[in-house]
């Protein structure tokens, strides 16, 4: 944990540095507008706004108060939960000084399927009876916010260093007719909607690159990830992100990416108590504005 304390401190260091570096990066200034992808380099607010083909991950473990086993659940082969859907997904960038930036994205997912299970399913004190329809409910809302440090810049391409937050805020839910153990003994089953909450705000550290290939095409990708043990989380969690663009023009472009989020945890946290390995993955098409 002290480790990643550190490395967190470090690249908070690096980016307080910049502040006391030349004139010139002390605030914004606007390079002479060279092609438009080496424009974008320069360009104070960059936002990207489009769909993100998204399919989830999930596969999880739940521990009850009455039983305290682990009883695991493969959402995706159980439900296909994995199934890819569609969303609205927003990035954005503020380049506060030439060398230091905030990034910010977001976006939200919603996927339900009901199936019928010929035997009977455990979910933490819950027992959902085979041969009924079980619903699993998929919620997310997913926020990222980044600084960083471009510790080599040049007109064409950049490199930054990034730390910030990753946080997930999601929801699992079973509904279905379920018998309940309860201080030792199972009552009668009845329907249930069991919903397990885990809203989880992850530290991340990373490096990213951009790079105006030509007049009009960039390239773009990064890395990020963290492996840490802290009161409700024992895990370890990668984010891998790249996308090509091609600008029409100083101003607007056209892109499209892939990106790859997964997370392996123990979590202790709001209504959540069990092991959850989830993510999602899914290409990303764009519209991308810069000025």
């Known amino acids: 944990m002290q480790r990643h304390v550190l490395a967190v401190i470090l690249v ?3 980016g307080m540095s910049g502040v006391a570096q030349a004139q010139t990066d002390q605030t914004y200034v606007t390079a002479t507008p060279g092609s438009p992808t080496e424009q974008l380099l320069q360009d104070r607010f960059v936002i990207n706004l489009g769909l993100f083909v998204v399919g989830s991950k999930t596969n999880g473990s739940f521990r009850g108060s009455a039983n305290t086993t682990d009883q695991s659940i493969n959402f995706d082969q159980a439900f ?15 380049r506060i000084t030439q060398r230091q930036h905030l990034r910010f994205y977001y976006f939200n997912d919603d996927v339900s399927k009901t199936r019928t299970f010929n035997q009977n ?11 009924g329809a079980i619903t699993a409910r998929l919620k997310r809302s997913v926020y990222v916010l980044d600084y960083e440090y471009a510790f080599l810049r040049r007109p064409n391409y950049e490199i930054v260093a990034s730390g910030g937050i990753h946080f997930d805020d999601i929801t699992l839910s079973l509904a279905g007719n379920a018998a309940i153990t309860a201080n030792g003994v199972q009552q009668p089953a009845s329907f249930t909607n069991k919903s397990s909450s885990i809203p989880a705000p992850l530290p991340v550290l990373g490096i990213r690159g951009d790079w105006a290939v030509s007049p009009h095409w960039y390239l773009d990708g990064s890395l990020q990830g963290m492996k840490i043990s802290y009161q409700a989380f024992n895990g370890n969690w990668t984010d891998l992100r790249f996308g090509l663009t091609y600008m029409f023009n100083h101003h607007f ?16 946290k709001g209504s959540f108590n069990g092991r959850l390995n989830f993510g999602y993955q899914g290409g990303l098409i764009y519209f991308k504005g810069g000025w």
Do not use: P
């Open 121 to 131: 399913l455990e979910w933490g004190d819950y027992t959902f009876e085979a041969n």
């Open 253 to 268: 472009g056209i892109g499209a990416g892939f990106e790859r989020w997964a997370t392996h945890t123990d979590v202790s």
């Open 12 to 14: 908070l260091a690096m």
């Open 80 to 94: 296909g939960l994995d199934a890819d859907t569609t969303r609205w997904r927003f990035d954005a960038m503020w």
